[in-house]
C-alpha cells in the first residue's frame, strides 16, 4: 500500500482544515495515511498546561471526536520547537534513529516548517521518496521566535522536493522556487451545496462559524452581536473567552453537519483584520460562504479571492449607524446575486483543488 505522512501542527480532532480535506483524498486513494498531530511551532504556556492538566484531572475532556476514516491512523508527534541547541539535538536524534524509518518509501507532506521532518541537515540520509512543504501560515511573520522561523521556513523553501501554497502572495514571493511550486487556494466540499441560506425576510440573522482567535476582528463581531445578534460555533481561543462570554456560543460541530445548521442563517461574519496578515492567506470559510448564497461581511481585503470582491460586503473601518444601514440595504439585493455566488464557488470544490495537486505531485 502507498504510504503518505502528514506533518501536522493541529490535532484531527480540530475544527475541519486543509489538513483533514488531504488526508481524507489520500485514504480514498487507498493510501495509508498516518496523520501526525501537533507539531509545535512553539512552547505551550503555562496556562495551556494548566488548562490541559485540569481537563484530565477532572476529565472535562472535549467531547467533539471527529470520525476518523478507513486507511487514516494517528499519532502524536514528538519534534520539539526547533529554537534551541538542546532541542536541535534531541530532534536530530529522533528524526535519524526513530522518525525516518518511519518515514520510508512515504511521501512526506509537512504543514509545518520544523526542518527535522525531513532530517535537516542530515537529510541526505533520509529513507522517504518524497518530500512537500504545503505553507498555509506566512512563517516570515511568525511572532514568535521569529529569526528561527525565518531561517527554518527557507531552508524548507530550499530543501523539500516540492512547495504547495494558499497564499496568492506567498506564491510571488516564491516565484524563484516556480520550478517546484504549485498554488493551492483553499476549496469547498460537496455537502455544502445540498443546502442554501434562508431569505431575507426583514430580518438579519448573522453567524459566524470557525476558529475565534485573539487577533480576530473582534470589533465587528462586537458590532454585529450588538446590531442584530449573532451565534458562533466552532472553536473560542482561550485567550479570549471572557470577551465573548456574552455571546451565544454552540459549540463545535461535525463538518457533515455543518452545512445544513449554517443554512439557518442569511449572513456570514468574516472577523479578519485588515492588516498584512490577510494579505497573505487564503480562508477556507470564504468559499464556504459563498457556497450557502448568503451575505458575506468582512473588513479584511481578500480581494486577492475570486469572487470576493463581487460577492463580499467589505465595510469601513469605522463602524456606525451607517454601516447598519449598509447592511440592511446589501441584505435586501442578496437575492439578486445569491445564486451567481453559488455557481462561483462551484469553481473551488476540494476534489478539483486535490485533483490539480495529485498532477503536481506526479504521484
Known amino acids: 500500500m502507498k504510504k503518505i505522512i502528514i506533518y501536522s501542527e493541529i490535532d484531527w480532532n480540530f475544527l475541519d482544515q486543509r489538513h483533514h480535506h488531504l488526508a481524507r483524498f489520500f485514504a480514498k486513494l487507498d493510501y495509508e495515511v498516518e496523520f501526525v ?33 478507513k486507511n487514516i491512523t494517528l499519532r502524536k508527534s514528538l519534534f520539539l520547537p526547533d529554537i534551541s541547541i538542546i532541542f536541535s539535538i534531541y530532534n536530530y536524534a529522533l528524526w535519524f534513529f526513530v522518525e525516518r524509518y518511519k518515514q520510508k518509501d512515504a511521501l512526506i507532506y509537512s504543514f509545518v516548517d520544523n526542518t527535522f ?42 530543501f523539500f522536493d516540492l512547495i504547495v501554497t494558499d497564499s496568492i502572495a506567498i506564491n510571488k514571493k516564491l516565484s524563484k522556487f516556480r520550478h517546484k511550486l504549485h498554488l493551492m487556494l483553499p476549496g469547498v466540499t460537496e455537502n455544502w451545496f445540498q443546502y442554501r441560506c434562508e431569505p431575507y425576510s426583514d430580518s438579519v440573522k448573522p453567524v459566524f462559524f470557525g476558529n475565534l482567535r485573539s487577533n480576530s476582528d473582534l ?19 482561550p485567550a479570549i473567552e471572557k470577551k465573548v462570554k456574552d455571546y451565544p456560543y454552540k459549540g463545535k460541530i461535525d463538518s ?107 504521484i
Not at 470589533?219 to 481561543?237: A, V
Open 256 to 362: 457533515k453537519l455543518l452545512p445544513k445548521i449554517i443554512s439557518k442563517y442569511n449572513c456570514i461574519i468574516l472577523p479578519y483584520s485588515d492588516d498584512n496578515f490577510s494579505l497573505s492567506i487564503s480562508p477556507a470559510k470564504f468559499f464556504e460562504s459563498m457556497a450557502t448564497g448568503a451575505l458575506i461581511i468582512s473588513r479584511a481585503n481578500f480581494s486577492n479571492l475570486p469572487g470576493y470582491d463581487k460577492f463580499c460586503l467589505r465595510i469601513a473601518d469605522k463602524l456606525g449607524p451607517a454601516i447598519y444601514d449598509d447592511i440592511i440595504e446589501r441584505m435586501e439585493s442578496q437575492s439578486i446575486i445569491k445564486n451567481d455566488q453559488v455557481n462561483e464557488a462551484k469553481y473551488h470544490t476540494w476534489t478539483s483543488r486535490f485533483n490539480e495537486l495529485k498532477l503536481f505531485l506526479n
Open 37 to 69: 498531530e501537533r507539531v509545535y511551532s512553539r512552547l505551550p504556556t503555562i496556562s495551556f498546561f494548566i488548562k490541559f492538566l485540569y481537563k484530565k484531572l477532572l476529565k472535562k475532556d472535549d467531547k467533539f471526536i471527529k470520525p476518523l476514516p
Open 219 to 237: 470589533e465587528l463581531i462586537d458590532f454585529i452581536s450588538s446590531n442584530f445578534s449573532i451565534d458562533i460555533y466552532g472553536i473560542i481561543d
Open 117 to 158: 521532518v525531513i532530517g535537516k541537515r542530515l537529510n541526505k540520509f533520509s529513507l522517504f521518496n518524497k518530500s512537500v512543504f504545503d505553507i498555509i501560515h506566512n512563517w516570515w511573520e511568525f511572532p514568535w521566535h521569529k529569526k528561527k522561523h525565518i531561517k527554518s521556513v527557507n531552508f524548507c523553501t530550499e
